[in-house]
């Protein structure tokens, strides 16, 4: 006992150790992995992985010294705290990089965590399922080998099984499995994993829900016959619940779920309308901040996307205004360009959409986002995009006049051209055109002969009497004063 002791003793300090002396402390651990008495094999396999855990050059000291052979060896014959202990030394190892995840399939470390699936105790289960997903997640041909060594349908076993902590992370192996392809995310299907994972959907564990709704949104984001299976598991509404609950990682994967089903046709995403997940993610986005709107906001780009009814339902569910709010209020560039993009989503289908979108008055906002040279070059791109779908659609005058005294020549020809569609056809708006100051500001527009601006310009100008068109060009108050004083009266 009194040995064990000033063994465990040991084993804490290594932690606060630098890395040149933890590396030379892994020689004196491996012997004691052989150790008579099981308490310091365990303990010892427990410092390792540690150690493994605490970066990638402690991990590559343990494939180097040769440790992994001696671990998956005694992994099959030692009792239920060693294996537990040994998993968790393959799961510190594998999860740093490829490189040394491949290094533990190479020493057969895959069949014996797969057998070790299968064992009575669940500690054992969840420790090889934990390692097996931190295998799984690095690449498709890692998460191919681990399909090959016959995990799946022991995963599927093990989310059924009573013991939450086991689910959890049986789900989250079955999510790293089915993120890299379409093929890998098959075989996780043909195991028969959506069934039960959509039935914990509303399990009370909040933990237990996020990789449920995970292990779902790798699965869906492949293709429609993969989405279209999630949907047949009757997930809707029943997952729209989830854009409510008190976890906010419970709300971002319920949003992703709903985002990568939605991406693929406009029929999924009428099915998810009709289930009221426009309304419920607009909610969502309301009521979180940062990251966890992301999903939501991308989901309302790609149901807008996809024809002029869907983008009218996210118009109609007053999707226009928390949109605004988080190119406003988000501080991360990635989240304004996403809300940038699906704004210019629900307004380039008709002028009905466009107008929709301006008089919530965000086109200000997005040419000043394209502007700054702050913004990332994805937020300047998104904002562009944005701006020019809208605009070729808009034909709502008083929410483009105020971008004509801003606007650089390559958005303010989309500018001018809709003035050029309108004047004609609408004399109140060409009176208001002269009285605001549009039509001063379109004489004083610099553009090339013969390009499309100028050719909008001309347009219209012949709107109006070429003597208003000369009196707001620019100079023409000179050559009027000139003129009085050239000019003598008769006396």
């Given at each position: 006992?009194?040995?064990?002791?000033?063994?465990?003793?040991?084993?804490?300090?290594?932690?606060?150790?630098?890395?040149?002396?933890?590396?030379?402390?892994?020689?004196?651990?491996?012997?004691?992995?052989?150790?008579?008495?099981?308490?310091?094999?365990?303990?010892?396999?427990?410092?390792?992985?540690?150690?493994?855990?605490?970066?990638?050059?402690?991990?590559?000291?343990?494939?180097?010294?040769?440790?992994?052979?001696?671990?998956?060896?005694?992994?099959?014959?030692?009792?239920?705290?060693?294996?537990?202990?040994?998993?968790?030394?393959?799961?510190?190892?594998?999860?740093?990089?490829?490189?040394?995840?491949?290094?533990?399939?190479?020493?057969?470390?895959?069949?014996?965590?797969?057998?070790?699936?299968?064992?009575?105790?669940?500690?054992?289960?969840?420790?090889?399922?934990?390692?097996?997903?931190?295998?799984?997640?690095?690449?498709?041909?890692?998460?191919?080998?681990?399909?090959?060594?016959?995990?799946?349908?022991?995963?599927?076993?093990?989310?059924?099984?009573?013991?939450?902590?086991?689910?959890?992370?049986?789900?989250?192996?079955?999510?790293?499995?089915?993120?890299?392809?379409?093929?890998?995310?098959?075989?996780?299907?043909?195991?028969?994993?959506?069934?039960?994972?959509?039935?914990?959907?509303?399990?009370?564990?909040?933990?237990?829900?996020?990789?449920?709704?995970?292990?779902?949104?790798?699965?869906?984001?492949?293709?429609?016959?993969?989405?279209?299976?999630?949907?047949?598991?009757?997930?809707?509404?029943?997952?729209?619940?989830?854009?409510?609950?008190?976890?906010?990682?419970?709300?971002?994967?319920?949003?992703?779920?709903?985002?990568?089903?939605?991406?693929?046709?406009?029929?999924?995403?009428?099915?998810?309308?009709?289930?009221?997940?426009?309304?419920?993610?607009?909610?969502?986005?309301?009521?979180?901040?940062?990251?966890?709107?992301?999903?939501?906001?991308?989901?309302?780009?790609?149901?807008?996307?996809?024809?002029?009814?869907?983008?009218?339902?996210?118009?109609?569910?007053?999707?226009?205004?928390?949109?605004?709010?988080?190119?406003?209020?988000?501080?991360?560039?990635?989240?304004?360009?996403?809300?940038?993009?699906?704004?210019?989503?629900?307004?380039?289908?008709?002028?009905?959409?466009?107008?929709?979108?301006?008089?919530?008055?965000?086109?200000?906002?997005?040419?000043?986002?394209?502007m700054d040279t702050h913004s990332s070059e994805d937020l300047q791109v998104k904002a562009k995009?944005?701006?020019?779908?809208?605009?070729?659609?808009?034909?709502?005058?008083?929410?483009?006049?105020?971008?004509?005294?801003?606007?650089?020549?390559?958005?303010?020809?989309?500018?001018?051209?809709?003035?050029?569609?309108?004047?004609?056809?609408?004399?109140?708006?060409?009176?208001?055109?002269?009285?605001?100051?549009?039509?001063?500001?379109?004489?004083?527009?610099?553009?090339?002969?013969?390009?499309?601006?100028?050719?909008?310009i001309n347009t219209i100008n012949n709107c109006y009497p070429e003597e208003i068109v000369r009196?707001?060009?620019?100079?023409?108050?000179?050559?009027?004063?000139?003129?009085?004083?050239?000019?003598?009266?008769?006396?």
């Amino acid at each position: 006992t009194q040995r064990n002791t000033q063994f465990t003793e040991d084993v804490t300090t290594l932690k606060m150790m630098k890395t040149s002396q933890a590396v030379g402390v892994m020689a004196l651990l491996r012997p004691l992995l052989l150790d008579v008495v099981p308490t310091i094999q365990q303990t010892a396999a427990l410092a390792l992985g540690r150690l493994a855990s605490y970066n990638d050059e402690l991990a590559e000291a343990v494939v180097k010294g040769d440790i992994l052979p001696q671990l998956v060896c005694s992994l099959s014959e030692q009792n239920r705290f060693y294996k537990k202990a040994a998993a968790f030394v393959l799961r510190a190892v594998g999860k740093h990089s490829p490189q040394l995840a491949q290094a533990i399939v190479q020493c057969g470390a895959l069949e014996t965590l797969v057998i070790c699936l299968e064992d009575f105790d669940p500690g054992v289960k969840e420790a090889a399922a934990w390692a097996l997903g931190y295998i799984a997640r690095h690449n498709s041909e890692l998460s191919q080998a681990v399909v090959d060594a016959g995990a799946v349908p022991l995963l599927v076993l093990c989310i059924q099984e009573p013991e939450i902590a086991l689910k959890r992370i049986a789900a989250s192996t079955l999510s790293d499995i089915s993120k890299h392809s379409p093929e890998l995310a098959q075989t996780v299907v043909d195991a028969g994993a959506i069934a039960h994972l959509a039935q914990m959907i509303l399990n009370p564990d909040a933990k237990l829900k996020r990789q449920v709704l995970s292990a779902l949104s790798q699965i869906a984001k492949h293709s429609v016959d993969l989405a279209e299976l999630v949907v047949e598991a009757e997930i809707f509404p029943v997952v729209l619940t989830c854009l409510k609950d008190s976890d906010e990682y419970v709300k971002k994967n319920g949003a992703t779920l709903t985002r990568e089903i939605a991406k693929h046709t406009p029929e999924l995403s009428q099915l998810i309308v009709n289930a009221g997940g426009v309304a419920a993610v607009i909610d969502c986005i309301g009521s979180c901040r940062g990251t966890v709107r992301l999903p939501g906001i991308m989901m309302l780009g790609y149901v807008a996307a996809h024809s002029e009814n869907l983008s009218m339902a996210v118009i109609v569910s007053k999707g226009i205004p928390p949109l605004c709010t988080c190119l406003i209020e988000e501080n991360e560039d990635h989240i304004k360009a996403a809300a940038a993009w699906a704004l210019g989503q629900v307004g380039r289908h008709t002028p009905e959409h466009a107008r929709a979108v301006a008089v919530a008055n965000v086109l200000p906002t997005l040419l000043s986002m394209y502007m700054d040279t702050h913004s990332s070059e994805d937020l300047q791109v998104k904002a562009k995009k944005a701006l020019k779908n809208i605009l070729q659609k808009c034909t709502y005058l008083p929410a483009l006049e105020p971008l004509l005294h801003d606007a650089p020549p390559n958005i303010l020809k989309h500018i001018v051209g809709q003035f050029s569609k309108v004047l004609p056809h609408d004399s109140k708006a060409r009176r208001l055109f002269v009285t605001t100051g549009g039509l001063k500001k379109v004489q004083e527009i610099k553009a090339e002969p013969g390009s499309l601006l100028q050719e909008y310009i001309n347009t219209i100008n012949n709107c109006y009497p070429e003597e208003i068109v000369r009196y707001y060009s620019p100079g023409y108050s000179e050559i009027l004063l000139e003129r009085v004083e050239n000019y003598h009266p008769v006396l």
